[in-house]
């Protein structure tokens, strides 16, 4: 029983360094990586779907995050225009 008691923190820990290093190369990798262009209008398309579809179910929940996606696609274009 002590051996499982004692093998819990020290898996915990061996765990907790190895997703640290895995983070550290990720972390480097995405350094290098390119950037890509963000395009919005996929999130304006999706918020008009969902919009649209929301307010055709009369109890859906969907119609607040098709607004939430139209706003975020409108505002992202209108950052990119400005730059």
């Keep these: 029983m002590e051996n499982v008691?004692?093998?819990i923190p020290i898996a915990t820990a061996i765990i907790a360094a190895l997703i640290g290093v895995l983070h550290i190369i990720m972390?480097?990798?995405k350094q290098k990586a390119k950037k890509v262009e963000k395009d919005y209008?996929?999130?304006i398309v999706l918020g008009t779907i969902w919009l649209i579809a929301?307010?055709?179910s009369e109890k859906s929940g969907i119609w607040p995050l098709?607004?939430?996606f139209l706003f975020?696609?409108?505002a992202?274009?209108?950052?990119?225009?400005?730059?």
């Excluded at 992202?76 to 730059?83: D, P, T, V």
């Design 5 to 7: 008691t004692l093998f």
């Design 27 to 29: 972390s480097k990798q």
């Design 41 to 43: 209008n996929v999130f």
């Design 54 to 56: 929301g307010l055709a």
């Design 66 to 68: 098709g607004l939430i």
């Design 72 to 74: 975020g696609g409108l």
């Design 76 to 83: 992202g274009k209108l950052r990119e225009k400005k730059k």
